[in-house]
């Protein structure tokens, strides 16, 4: 059975949708059975990260309003035999996704897979609401950055009162992820560091995503980049999260990219 | 390597790019455009419905998008029972593959 995650923000563009496709890449290429599900209808964008636009037929909503069964809705990935795409409708709006609707296809997706992650939209509406609701843990990802965090603490507090484990009092798993951190600026006091979001947010940490310009090529080329570039920082970075989620005690370090000789003469005054 | 680095990420941009031009192609369509697949997936299985059985749960509709031509895949397995009638009645038809320009 499945673990169903959601990652989450609040925030828009912090790195949710990238963290999706990279946690999905790093868990499947590892071996386990993983289904990434977008749930922002209306502006889908998980398909253009896993590279698999071209090939989506039905969606989300289709298996919600019984049009698609499931099998026929999931899209495997090309790469890697194990990881699976449940794209969202870029046609209709969020009001077509319905809470039994969603219930049922989260519960259909458990028994096949090992690991449901749900990348919900940003802000705090339906879409994200329902994108939550079913899920056994959030992932809460979070720039360290002062609206971030702000939307970060909203977005666990509606973790704690709307999800489907807090309507029935369990306690609802949230962890940090700490996206495009830059030690050295944080070192100087020009961000804010790991241990002031901890500090604020006091949720467990699972990770920490070095800012790095391997995301942004990973995007372009429509490669999660765990896959695109593992050696780089990030991918790095990832795979420890990966091996976290798993139950691996994986020591906590920001990885750096390979600095190239621009970086080594002028990087930290640049920076 | 820096040398590498610029042309790597000028392809990556360059990919970006077609990646984009493809899908938007697709996409102004209209937003009744994404929906002609499954209308073409339903009308088609009813057209084969009515000659041979057939499962709606063991068929498999692929496509892929392409700047000049996109392919639509449609696989339908066919029951013994229902080849049997296939080949009686419409031997000469494969339903496999239908290319849309």
């Known amino acids: 059975m499945a673990h169903v995650l959601v990652v989450t923000s609040g925030k828009g563009g912090v790195g949710k949708t990238t963290s999706t496709a990279a946690l999905g890449a790093a868990l499947a290429r590892g071996g386990e059975r993983v289904a990434v599900v977008d749930f922002d209808v209306g502006l889908r964008n998980l398909d253009l990260l896993m590279g698999a636009e071209r090939r989506v037929v039905y969606d989300l909503i289709h298996v919600v309003q019984g049009t698609a069964k499931l099998t026929q809705a999931l899209i495997r990935d090309k790469r890697i035999d194990s990881l699976f795409l449940l794209a969202a409708s870029q046609t209709r709006d969020k009001d077509s996704l319905t809470e039994d609707g969603v219930e049922r296809v989260i519960r259909e997706l458990r028994p096949f897979f090992d690991w449901v992650i749900c ?153 | 390597m820096k040398l590498m680095g610029w042309f790597g990420r000028q392809r990556s941009a360059e990919t970006a790019q077609h990646r984009l031009q493809v899908l938007l192609m697709h996409e102004r369509g209209g937003p009744g455009n994404t929906d002609l697949i499954p209308i073409l997936h339903e009308e088609i299985l009813a057209a084969i419905g009515r000659h041979i059985p057939i499962d709606a749960d063991k068929v498999e509709v692929r496509i892929e998008r392409g700047d000049a031509v996109s392919l639509l895949e449609i696989d339908i397995e066919i029951s013994s029972l229902a080849q049997h009638l296939l080949h009686r009645r419409a031997p000469a038809v494969d339903f496999r593959h239908t290319s849309l320009r």
Not at chain 1, 193 to 217: A, F, M, Q, W, Y
Not at chain 1, 256 to 265: A, C, H, V
């Open chain 1, 119 to 271: 990348d919900s939209p940003a802000g705090i509406e339906r879409g994200a609401s329902l994108a939550m609701r079913y899920a056994d843990a959030a992932i809460v990802v979070a720039n360290p950055e002062v609206s971030s965090v702000r939307d970060s603490d909203r977005i666990i507090g509606l973790l704690d009162s709307t999800t489907a484990k807090a309507r029935h009092g369990e306690p609802m798993d949230k962890f940090l992820l700490l996206t495009r951190y830059d030690p050295i600026r944080a070192e100087r006091g020009e961000m804010l560091g790991v241990e002031d979001v901890l500090d604020i947010l006091c949720i467990p940490l699972l990770g920490i995503i070095p800012e790095s310009r391997e995301v942004l090529n990973a995007s372009n080329m429509g490669t999660p980049v765990t896959l695109s570039n593992p050696e780089s920082a990030p991918a790095r970075a990832y795979d420890d999260v990966a091996r976290r989620l798993k139950g691996e005690s994986v020591p906590l370090v920001v990885p750096r990219d390979k600095s190239g000789l621009f970086n080594k003469l002028f990087g930290r005054r640049a920076a």
